[in-house]
């Protein structure tokens, strides 16, 4: 059964930077699209980054040019660094796995953006 699990949400002041790491487990990662997705206070789940089998990476408008996405997998690793942080940008971050359809979910870790 494939696991995740997140860590390196925090506190961070408005323009600051953060990175999430989620490590994964119970299955081959190499196989695995991999994204990070976050749900602010009293909103939907949202797509922040997705970086496919071979790297290939994608972002929504709102993150662009400030997150990026990376995978390392001798480390079975996925990591999200985000700079320039906003207020706007506090949520629980959730990092997916996906293969042919079939999702898995981490527990999610907390990033607050505030001063």
């Known amino acids: 059964q494939v696991q995740l699990v997140e860590s390196g949400g925090g506190l961070v002041q408005p323009g600051g930077s953060l990175r999430l790491s989620c490590t994964f487990s119970g299955s081959i990662f190499s196989f695995y699209g991999m994204g990070w997705y976050r749900q602010p206070p009293g909103k939907q789940r949202e797509l922040v980054a997705r970086i496919t089998r071979d790297h290939k990476t994608y972002y929504p408008d709102s993150v662009k040019g400030r997150s990026t996405i990376s995978r390392d997998n001798a480390k079975n690793t996925v990591y999200l660094q985000m700079n320039s942080l906003k207020p706007e940008d506090t949520a629980v971050y959730y990092c997916?796995?996906?293969?042919?359809?079939?999702?898995?979910w981490g527990q999610g870790t907390q990033v607050t953006v505030s001063s």
């Open positions: 997916n796995a996906d293969l042919n359809g079939s999702g898995y």
